[in-house]
């Protein structure tokens, strides 16, 4: 397929995954984009800045992480190998750092001492403020009051860490709004702040910059496991919030059509109770937060709440490129219930000794699905993005509630 | 001609300066907002911004924010708005432009948007996040149709986007006051003036500074090098803190009368 191949060049010099993607920004903010665009492309191929990006993750965040085969679990379901890529092993627990150390290197390329972020489920704040610390620049965490519920653990993290929480009262006070009011702050601060955004969402270019900085999940895979298997996976797995752990580890195999790329959508409460967070699967095109993409959004246009027990992926937008992937077919997207995804928890924990995210919980629930009905010769990696320590108050409280 | 060319012309000859007032459609809810536009118009406004709500309006400060969810609570639509239009065209005749985010428009189906406004008067558009590089075909279109479209520039915007912008601009340039969202401020950006000169340059179409606009010290400042003001969320505010409707058309036809004197004023 022409598109797939074409997709390795995506975005194009517009910003645009096909008719996704773009700046949809006020003025303010437009030229502080064209510039991060300018000194991206600068970076991209400056040897000093890539070694300095290469010496942090290995030394500091302790790339390259492990790709383990999951026997026992794979001996459970009875069908395909079982590949975890481990993104929990990464220092603060998630991929999310590969994305806030790169973006705290171009802060202080642009010689902004301030950054800001928004986040969900507070590993991205988490990794925003230790990016943050460890290169001495300020840091304010946008955090929907809800999440900072939910998330007690992280808030705490990111409070050591010296960054500032500040708590989103608007709207559904989760992800949506944090991000909402991180752009809106961006707005005012922009000559002096740099915004790094936590997923592969955003005008152009933070789709294409948060992309290239979690790319390494697939690169490394792809090294791993033709060391052990002699060969690649048929099958990549990952969940999607806005989606970057699931677009670094499928761009490096996008134009290999023999890999099956499936990611996994939060189906909270199920699908058909309208309270979920499958934007791609359910959502239709729209614009928020910047850009073009699917969108869960009502005859009006107006931007519908999302639900999903995990706060990482409680959103009611998604990364213009999965939506471009989607689009033309090249991926898969599937989706998995609040209870769906607290047995996937409970099934990694106790077939694997790893405790994985709720957000991550997700992949595992839908590999459990699909894994029996595989050639025991086949090969599935699953994106572990996260570990799930923060999850496991909130998880205690459900149990006692009878679950 | 359209009613805005029309309206800055008026204008000139009387060797004034523009005021524009903002509020959102459906604030307290639409019939309210027929009641709050005839004041309006009656206090000597030359040109309504009608504020279509959305869910997450980025550009926005909270008063406004606040205005836009209590009109989706009274239900508050872009159709809606529309058909109000239609219906304040029977008695008033101001220009009257519509200031929306981008997603209403299209889902609304964009060319279907254009066809609507213009059926019913709608003279000019304002879509902040769709900056002209996003807006190609939407300017082509609404230029065909003779809905103006009104862009943006910012502090931030540089000596290049403002020369391309002045160009693709219609009706008149807003120029976004402050780097911030909009909202109440106590005294105008530095610098504010040597920007607006530099605009005016470049651009042959009136120049109106917008945001952070929010008493008549502050309007007759920004008119010293302007060509008029936009007044939002000290408008909405009063909206907002006036539930007895009686009240609140009195507060506001005092104080959009004040902006009025202050900008009548000579310099």
Redesign the interface.
Same mark, same amino acid.
């Given at each position: 397929m022409d598109d797939n191949t074409k997709s390795m060049e995506l975005p194009d010099a517009q910003g645009h995954f096909g008719p996704f993607g773009g700046k949809y920004v006020i003025e303010t903010l437009m030229p502080a984009l064209d510039s991060l665009e300018r000194l991206y492309e600068e970076v991209h191929n400056d040897p000093k800045f890539q070694s300095d990006l290469k010496y942090y993750l290995k030394e500091y965040v302790g790339r390259p992480t492990p790709l383990f085969f999951a026997e026992r679990l794979t001996k459970h379901l009875g069908g395909a190998k079982i590949y975890l890529k481990r993104e929990d092993l990464n220092h603060t627990g998630a991929h999310k750092i590969n994305n806030t150390i790169g973006s705290a290197l171009l802060a202080l390329r642009m010689g902004k001492k301030r950054v800001i972020a928004e986040t969900g489920a507070g590993q991205h704040g988490v990794a925003t403020a230790t990016a943050a610390a460890l290169f001495g620049l300020k840091c304010d965490v946008f955090m929907g009051e809800e999440d900072i519920k939910r998330q007690a653990l992280n808030v705490f993290r990111m409070k050591l860490l010296g960054a500032k929480v500040i708590a989103v009262t608007a709207g559904t006070r989760t992800l949506k709004d944090a991000t909402s009011e991180a752009i809106r702050e961006w707005i005012t601060s922009v000559e002096t702040t740099h915004y790094i955004i936590g997923s592969v969402v955003g005008p152009h270019p933070y789709p294409m910059i948060v992309r290239n900085f979690q790319r390494v999940i697939g690169d490394e895979v792809s090294e791993q496991i033709m060391e052990i298997e002699k060969r690649l996976p048929n099958l990549c797995v990952a969940c999607v919030g806005g989606g970057s752990n699931a677009m670094g580890l499928f761009y490096p195999f996008v134009q290999n059509e023999k890999i099956r790329l499936v990611g996994v959508e939060a189906a909270g409460f199920g699908i058909e109770t309208g309270k979920h967070g499958a934007t791609l699967s359910h959502g239709s095109t729209g614009v928020l937060h910047g850009m073009m993409s699917y969108l869960l959004h009502d005859d009006d246009g107006q931007v519908q709440e999302a639900h999903s027990i995990s706060a990482g992926l409680d959103y009611p937008g998604v990364g213009c490129e999965h939506s471009y992937l989607k689009l033309t077919g090249r991926a898969e997207y599937e989706s998995i219930t609040d209870e769906e995804a607290l047995e996937g928890f409970k099934l990694l924990s106790h077939k694997e000794g790893i405790i994985p995210a709720l957000e991550t919980a997700h992949a595992i629930a839908h590999v459990a699905k699909i894994a029996p009905k595989m050639n025991k010769k086949e090969i599935i990696v699953v994106c572990l993005s996260g570990r799930g320590d923060k999850d496991v108050n909130q998880i205690a409280d459900r149990m006692e509630m009878g679950l | 001609m359209n009613r805005i060319t029309n309206c800055f012309k008026k204008i000139k000859n009387e060797k004034r300066k523009a005021l524009v007032v903002f509020i959102t459609a459906g604030d307290p809810d639409l019939e309210e907002t027929k009641s709050i536009l005839d004041i309006i118009d009656d206090s000597g406004a030359d040109i309504i911004e009608l504020g279509v709500p %959305? +869910? #997450?309006p @980025?550009? #926005?400060?909270p008063i406004i924010?606040a205005a836009s969810l209590r009109s989706?609570k009274s239900g508050t639509?872009?159709?809606k708005i529309i058909s109000l239009v239609q219906e304040i065209r029977k008695t008033r005749d101001l220009p009257i432009v519509l200031m929306t +985010? %981008?997603?209403?428009? %299209?889902?609304?189906g964009e060319q279907q948007f254009v066809e609507d406004a213009v059926f019913v008067g709608v003279d000019g558009v304002i879509i &902040?996040? @769709?900056?002209p590089?996003?807006a190609a075909e939407f300017s082509v279109y609404a230029e065909k149709k003779g809905l103006d479209v009104i862009? @943006? @520039?910012? &502090?931030? +915007?540089?000596d290049e986007?403002i020369r391309m !912008?002045a160009k693709k601009g219609r009706g008149f340039i807003y120029y !976004?006051s402050l780097?911030?969202?909009t909202g109440v401020r106590v005294q105008l950006a530095e610098g504010l003036g040597d920007k607006v000169a530099s605009i005016k340059q470049s651009s042959d179409i009136p120049v109106l500074i917008g945001f952070g606009i929010s008493n008549p010290d502050l309007a007759r400042e920004a008119t010293k090098f302007s060509d008029g003001v936009i007044v939002g969320s000290a408008v909405v505010k009063l909206i907002e803190s006036n539930s007895d409707p009686i009240q609140r058309n009195k507060k506001l036809a005092e104080f959009i009368s004040s902006i009025k004197q202050a900008i009548s004023d000579p310099c």
């Open positions: - | %959305f +869910s #997450d @980025l550009a #926005d400060g924010q989706l639509t872009l159709k +985010s %981008f997603n209403p428009v %299209f889902v609304y &902040p996040d @769709l900056p590089e996003e862009h @943006l @520039l910012a &502090p931030t +915007s540089p986007r !912008i !976004i780097t911030g969202t």
